[in-house]
Each structure stands twice: as C-alpha cells, then as structure tokens.
C-alpha cells in the first residue's frame, strides 16, 4: 500500500485500496476473501488496520463472513443507502407504501419495569413483540430490523404482514377502528445489537440509527410502537423545510 501523504486514517486508505480492487476484479464477486494476516502482508499494514478497514467493508455490503466459507466479496461496489425523508405524517406513508415489513418471529411479553420506561406504557401490561425485518419493494435486501409491539387487541395485525401489505397505521386505523391522535417519533444513534447485525449482516456493535414510532389514539393511549435499527451506511435520513417567504422592508420614502 502506497505510503499515507494525507489526514486519513490507514484503515481508511487501505479500505479505499481496497475497494479499487474489488472493483477491478482483483477480487472477484462471489470468491473467498483473503484473511487478515494476508491483507496484512500484501498490503504491508496492521492486523488492528485491517480489521478495521474489513468492518468498514462489511458495513457497505462489498464482504460477508458466510459460514464454512469464511469471508466472501459480495459486490464490485458499495450499494447507495436508502434515503427517506420522515419529517411529516404524509412522508411517514410514502416510506410505508414504499416498504415493507416481513415477519421473522414473535413472542408475548409482559412490561417489566425496563419495558414500561422505553415504551412508556403500563407495569405488566400484555405486549405482542413482533421481530421483522424491512424490505424495499424492487429489492430483497433487508434496510432495517424492525420490532412491533402491539396490544393484545390488535394481534391480528402479524397475520397481515407479507407481500406488499398496509401501513401498521392504516391496519389500526382501518382494521381495528382506532383513530390516531398521534405519532410520537425519536432518533437516536446506537450501538447494532448482536441479533440485528447479524440479519443485516453488519459486525456487532457497529454504528446504527434507531428511529423509535410510537402510536397513540386522541386520549394519550399507547396502541403500538415500532423500534427501527438501521446499518449507518444503508440508510440516510433526509429532511426539509420551506421557510416563509421574508417581507421586503420598505424604503422610507424622500420628501
């Protein structure tokens, strides 16, 4: 690897080195990717750097880690993220309609004291967690792990989730006769959690964007929450505002 005449970390440059050789067939799509103690040597730098520049590799979706494989290249180039603007309701449900969620596996929980503070719902309340997974609708290729919780009411909603089906407002407002009130939305930055790195196939503990929905009917009355984690570079979250035009001050007229 050529000497570092610039700020850059060296994970970065080799990671860039990299890159130009994954996409000059240098390693070619769908063949075993060298090991650490390989890279290091052929590109004359630290296991420490390595691992780095690999993660960041993985990260883009250019290598996976695939059982009795060991590491594969998975693409000549990084995949553009997935850009959503959820700045307002009506983007809210072109993201949904553009989108969808995929059902992995579910379980009943009841609020603990930890639940009832980050959901912020009632001590032993009845929850249906929903483990999920969402999809673009031209794409398989999974953009978030995505939890549902729902009150035991609205149960039905699991069964509905396959193909290209409704918003989980438009489930509980259409379905179940809930009119919502309101739509309280966090985002936050995060640490990916083991069960989610390894659905969208990103190391554990890598950076993520935790994007929190929660669903409350016109009383204040918590209905369903979706928790969202997505792989810092597959997603970018893209908000505007249009600002009021400024009045033009008048000039003081000449007497």
């Known amino acids: 690897m050529q000497k570092n005449t610039d700020t850059k970390p060296r994970y970065l440059v080799l990671r860039e080195q990299l890159e130009q050789d994954i996409a000059k067939g240098v390693y070619p799509v769908g063949s075993v990717f060298p090991t650490e103690g390989q890279l290091g040597l052929s590109y004359q730098v630290s296991r420490h750097t390595v691992r780095e520049a690999t993660r960041t590799l993985v990260e883009r979706g250019l290598i996976a880690k695939r059982a009795g494989f060991g590491t594969v290249v998975c693409a000549k180039q990084a995949a553009a993220p997935y850009i959503a603007a959820l700045g307002t309701v009506?983007?809210?449900?072109?993201?949904t309609q553009a989108t969808r969620l995929e059902l992995l596996d579910q379980k009943w929980m009841s609020a603990d004291m930890a639940m009832a503070m980050n959901l912020d719902c009632e001590r032993d309340s009845q929850w249906l967690?929903?483990?999920t997974q969402r999809l673009t609708l031209d794409n398989a290729t999974a953009i978030s792990f995505t939890q549902i919780y729902?009150?035991?009411e609205f149960a039905a909603i699991a069964d509905q989730l396959h193909g290209q089906h409704k918003s989980i407002f438009k489930m509980l407002e259409e379905d179940h006769q809930q009119h919502i009130g309101?739509?309280?939305q966090d985002i936050e930055a995060k640490l990916m959690p083991l069960k989610a790195a390894k659905l969208l196939d990103v190391p554990k503990n890598s950076p993520a964007l935790h994007v929190r929905r929660a669903y409350l009917d016109a009383k204040g009355r918590?209905?369903?929450?979706?928790s969202n984690l997505y792989a810092a570079s597959r997603f970018r979250l893209k908000t505007s505002w249009l600002l009021p035009a400024t009045p033009r001050k008048k000039k003081p007229s000449q007497r």
């Not at 009506?90 to 993201?95: S, T, V």
């Not at 918590?222 to 979706?226: E, G």
């Open 129 to 131: 967690v929903l483990n």
């Open 150 to 152: 729902l009150r035991p």
């Open 182 to 184: 309101q739509i309280q």
């Open 222 to 226: 918590l209905l369903a929450v979706s």
């Open 90 to 95: 009506d983007e809210l449900f072109k993201y």
